[in-house]
């Protein structure tokens, strides 16, 4: 597979319509130009140091503020402040196929690893979030388990279907939205925040991965197309699609970033590419890294830096390398290989995103 620089910024409009003649990740052609519900016992792990390399690289970032709270300006929060369920810049990570939750610091140092009887159920977990009180939800495959703190299991709620869901995001009514997966079906499950079953609707197209919502609301959601994959915009309020786009490779994680452009991880040895959140899209910059070869989950922290973990050969079974980017492309922190195998959830504490989770006020 053909590994890109560590940091270029690309220029191209990009096509509306995937290319149905191609089975090849590949961003060939384009114009490159270098620049600098019950309560139940989980299991703990301490963790393990050998073997692995953790680097990190002091950066610095505009931070962005906000006041919490509905878009009405209503309050989310009620009675004396709670601390934080989670350490503020600690790094949560599902390992898929180790059926676990693997906890690191801001450096990537491993903190501690836990496990649920739920995530033994048919296969491992797979999406995360935080929620409004900052309370860790991890989409196994049966159920939504809400961890109060590390090992902490407040509760678990049944899904709709039990199915892999790769990404769950809240949006900023609380409502909780899942995609699917590579291989799954087009559906996306809407939930309240208390869990309960909204709606279902469909997409144009499967395979659904990423998903992230504008500070608006509407979601967008990446669907896996061969070597090009498309990226819908969908309407808040109807569920409709507002328009959609082509992304050059095979995307996976997705993210609304702090620009209003899109951040898609793209496998297959591509990178981690920053585009326009419109039709017809266009490619601003890209991250990659020779050690970053299957990016899988992503998400960014307030000063807009870029968080992904490897699924390395596509199936996970080799131990993952974790990376935080600054938004110029050179590395924050890394962890060469981790601990765990097969990211799928990857999230920040404390930080609070346009979508991903309602901020406490």
Same mark, same amino acid.
């Not at 149905?20 to 140091?49: I, K, N, Q, R, Y």
């Given at each position: 597979?053909?590994?890109?620089?560590?940091?270029?910024?690309?220029?191209?409009?990009?096509?509306?319509?995937?290319?149905?003649?191609?089975?090849?990740? *590949?961003? @060939?052609?384009?114009? #490159?130009?270098?620049?600098?519900? /019950?309560? *139940? $016992?989980? @299991?703990? $792990?301490?963790?393990?140091?050998?073997?692995?390399?953790?680097?990190?690289?002091?950066?610095?970032?505009?931070?962005?503020?906000?006041?919490?709270?509905?878009?009405?300006?209503?309050?989310?929060? +009620?009675?004396?402040?709670?601390?934080?369920?989670?350490?503020?810049?600690?790094?949560?990570?599902?390992?898929?196929?180790?059926?676990?939750? %693997?906890?690191?610091?801001?450096?990537?140092?491993?903190?501690?690893?836990? *496990?649920?009887?739920?995530?033994?159920?048919?296969?491992?977990?797979?999406?995360?979030?935080?929620?409004?009180?900052?309370?860790?939800?991890?989409?196994?495959?049966?159920?939504?388990?809400?961890?109060?703190?590390?090992?902490?299991?407040?509760? =678990?709620?049944?899904?709709?279907?039990?199915?892999?869901?790769?990404?769950?995001? %809240?949006?900023?009514?609380?409502?909780?939205?899942?995609?699917?997966?590579?291989?799954? +079906?087009?559906?996306?499950?809407?939930?309240?925040?208390?869990?309960?079953?909204?709606?279902?609707?469909?997409?144009?197209?499967?395979?659904?991965?990423?998903?992230? =919502?504008?500070?608006?609301?509407?979601?967008?959601?990446?669907?896996?197309?061969?070597?090009?994959?498309?990226?819908?915009?969908?309407?808040?309020?109807?569920?409709? #699609?507002? !328009?959609?786009?082509?992304?050059?490779?095979?995307?996976?994680?997705?993210?609304?970033?702090? !620009?209003?452009?899109?951040?898609?991880?793209?496998?297959?040895?591509?990178?981690?590419?920053?585009? /326009? *959140?419109?039709?017809?899209?266009?490619?601003?910059?890209?991250?990659?890294?020779?050690?970053?070869?299957?990016?899988?989950?992503?998400?960014?922290?307030?000063?807009?830096?870029?968080?992904?973990?490897?699924?390395?050969?596509?199936?996970?079974?080799?131990?993952?390398?974790?990376? #935080?980017?600054?938004?110029?492309?050179?590395?924050?922190?890394?962890?060469?290989?981790?601990?765990?195998?097969?990211?799928?959830?990857?999230?920040?504490?404390?930080? @609070?995103?346009?979508?991903?989770?309602?901020?406490?006020?």
């Amino acid at each position: 597979m053909k590994l890109w620089p560590a940091f270029v910024t690309l220029t191209l409009v990009l096509s509306c319509t995937p290319d149905p003649g191609s089975d090849e990740t *590949s961003l @060939s052609g384009l114009s #490159v130009a270098s620049t600098p519900g /019950s309560e *139940s $016992t989980a @299991s703990t $792990t301490e963790p393990e140091s050998g073997g692995t390399t953790s680097t990190t690289t002091d950066t610095t970032g505009t931070e962005t503020s906000d006041s919490g709270g509905f878009p009405d300006g209503t309050s989310t929060t +009620t009675g004396p402040e709670e601390p934080d369920a989670f350490e503020d810049g600690h790094v949560l990570v599902v390992g898929f196929n180790d059926r676990m939750v %693997f906890e690191f610091d801001a450096s990537l140092q491993p903190v501690t690893s836990w *496990s649920h009887p739920s995530f033994d159920v048919a296969e491992g977990p797979s999406g995360m979030v935080f929620d409004y009180r900052g309370y860790l939800v991890v989409a196994a495959f049966e159920e939504f388990c809400v961890f109060s703190g590390p090992n902490e299991l407040e509760t =678990c709620h049944p899904k709709i279907t039990a199915q892999r869901t790769e990404n769950v995001i %809240f949006d900023i009514y609380r409502n909780l939205y899942t995609t699917t997966s590579t291989g799954g +079906t087009d559906e996306i499950h809407k939930y309240d925040e208390s869990y309960v079953h909204l709606t279902t609707f469909n997409l144009p197209t499967g395979n659904l991965t990423g998903i992230t =919502c504008d500070p608006d609301g509407n979601l967008f959601v990446a669907s896996q197309a061969a070597a090009t994959s498309i990226v819908y915009k969908v309407d808040r309020t109807n569920l409709q #699609v507002l !328009d959609s786009f082509s992304v050059p490779g095979n995307a996976e994680g997705l993210q609304y970033g702090q !620009d209003g452009n899109l951040l898609v991880a793209l496998s297959a040895g591509a990178g981690i590419v920053n585009v /326009s *959140s419109s039709s017809p899209s266009m490619v601003v910059d890209m991250i990659s890294h020779p050690g970053l070869l299957w990016p899988v989950p992503l998400t960014i922290d307030q000063a807009g830096n870029r968080y992904t973990g490897d699924f390395e050969d596509g199936a996970g079974a080799a131990a993952s390398d974790l990376f #935080v980017f600054a938004p110029n492309g050179t590395v924050v922190a890394s962890r060469e290989p981790s601990e765990l195998h097969g990211p799928f959830g990857l999230v920040v504490a404390g930080t @609070s995103l346009p979508c991903g989770a309602v901020p406490a006020g």
